[in-house]
Nanobody
């Protein structure tokens, strides 16, 4: 069974940076496109970044474009989300998720992602 475990969340001031990691176990991470999602209190879960199974293609929501960067190391079965120039509105629980399809992953629709991590809290203060 595939398991995803996120780490790297925490509390930072606005303008700061954090790097989230997501370790994939149970199967090779190279079998999956990966997405990063977040959910703030009282809001729906939203996709913020995605990366193809090979890492050759990435996609970002407009809200994080130019500030967040996703990458992966399939040899280490790990996916990363580098978050720079953080804003208070980035505060949320962040999740990584796995999508077995090679197309459509960039839509970042939660229903397309079949495995999810437990989430890690990111809090940005002004």
């Amino acid at each position: 069974q595939v398991q995803l475990v996120e780490s790297g969340g925490g509390s930072v001031q606005a303008g700061g940076s954090l790097r989230l990691s997501c370790i994939v176990s149970g199967e090779a991470s190279s079998r999956y496109s990966m997405g990063w999602f977040r959910q703030a209190p009282g809001k729906d879960r939203e996709g913020v970044a995605g990366i193809s199974s090979t890492g050759h293609h990435t996609y970002y929501d407009d809200s994080v474009k130019g500030r967040f960067t996703t990458s992966r190391d399939n040899a280490q079965n790990t996916v990363y989300l580098q978050m720079d120039s953080l804003k208070p509105e980035d505060t949320a629980v962040y999740y990584c998720a796995a999508n077995p399809k090679i197309r459509g992953w960039e839509d970042l629709l939660p229903a397309s992602y079949i495995y999810w991590g437990q989430g890690t809290q990111v809090t940005v203060s002004s």
